[in-house]
């Protein structure tokens, strides 16, 4: 059986509504993020970021976990927990 991807559909579609209208700032390194790159493989694009990542039990379609990045911050921090490091 295929388990159904939580990152697809009208939910997370709404949900990412949701992001980029309550999130103006990449919670990783604060900077603005450009949303007119959205939709590009841009480093700066906005991307949604779950705080708890799902391979860790995060919800994807939870708007308290989730929360706005740019591509390459969400990138380069993957899966690992958010610390210093990481947000530096």
Do not use: W
Not at 44 to 53: F, K
Not at 64 to 80: E, F, P, V, W
């Amino acid at each position: 059986m295929v388990t159904a991807n939580p990152r697809a559909g009208r939910p997370r579609s709404r949900l990412v509504r949701l992001v980029h209208e309550r999130d103006s700032y990449c919670h990783l390194c604060g900077l603005p993020v450009d949303f007119a790159l959205k939709g590009s493989n841009h480093p700066l694009a906005p991307t949604v970021d779950e705080v708890v990542p799902i391979v860790r039990g995060g919800d994807p379609l939870d708007p308290d976990n989730c929360r706005l990045a740019c591509r390459c911050c969400n990138t380069s921090r993957g899966a690992k927990p958010i610390t210093a490091a990481v947000r530096a």
